[in-house]
């Protein structure tokens, strides 16, 4: 069975800086897909970044970029320029390729300092 | 818009009194599944459903039914509530193609239910 763990239950950083959210997991397939998701006070679960394993390139989306290491079993998501709004719980996701179980990790609570 | 809906958005109800959470998605998604968040645990699949009458359980499917019978709805039952199942609910669906080729693999959630049992 998949399992993702987030080392950091919280963090907090400075408006405008840099900060990476940790996240590592476990299994034994060769394909499949990594998410974060960040779920604000509104609780609505928005995707944030996606990376499939079989690609070498690591996946940005504007200011936030991920570090996948496939042989470490390791995906942390990297916001830069951090603004108030990215202030929220993110999530660290494992999808076995085409469907089935979606494991999250127990989140990271991020909050933005202005 | 393409959206997925959940109803009710909230629900306080008491131990054994059978309940009926909805999920409806307009996006003619294959996959569509259900999740529980609680505190320090993240989200837990509790059922997943690949197409239509095919449904199979997640990692929490004890005290849970569903059932797929249209291709937009994804019901989920709690024949006997009991006070472990206080929580807060999300449905999700996506598209993953055809024949497993073409989709993007990325769920879509909707707001959430937060069911509480006395």
Redesign the interface.
């Known amino acids: 069975a998949q399992t993702?763990t987030?080392s950091q239950?919280e963090m907090s950083v400075q408006e405008a800086e840099t900060v990476t959210l940790s996240c590592t997991y476990d299994t034994s397939e060769n394909n499949y897909?990594l998410?974060w998701y960040k779920q604000p006070p509104s609780?609505?679960?928005i995707?944030v970044i996606?990376q499939e394993a079989y690609k070498q390139q690591n996946a940005t989306e504007n200011r936030f970029s991920v570090n996948f290491q496939k042989a470490a079993k390791s995906f942390s998501l990297k916001i830069s320029d951090s603004q108030l709004g990215d202030t929220a719980m993110y999530?660290c996701?494992f999808?076995k390729?085409?469907?089935?179980?979606?494991?999250?990790?127990?989140?990271t609570r991020l909050s933005v300092l202005p | 818009e393409a959206q997925v809906t959940q109803n009710p958005r909230y629900l306080i109800t008491v131990t054994g009194k059978k309940l009926t959470v909805t999920c409806s998605q307009n996006m003619n998604h294959e996959?569509m599944?259900w999740?529980r968040q609680d505190p320090?645990?993240?989200?837990?699949?509790i059922y997943?459903s690949?197409n239509v009458e095919v449904t199979?359980k997640?990692?929490v499917p004890e005290g849970y039914k569903v059932s797929r019978k249209e291709k937009r709805n994804f019901p989920l039952i709690l024949e006997s509530p009991s006070p472990n199942q206080t929580s807060?609910y999300?449905c999700?669906s996506?598209w993953?193609g055809l024949a497993?080729v073409g989709?993007t693999?990325?769920?879509?959630?909707g707001?959430?239910t937060r069911l509480t049992v006395l």
Do not use: C, I, K
């Open positions: 993702v987030q239950p897909y998410f609780r609505q679960m995707l996606r999530f996701a999808m390729m085409r469907g089935q179980n979606f494991v999250f990790g127990p989140g | 996959y599944s999740y320090g645990l993240g989200l837990r699949q997943y690949m199979d997640g990692d807060l999300f999700a996506t993953v497993g989709g693999d990325t769920q879509y959630f707001p959430g």
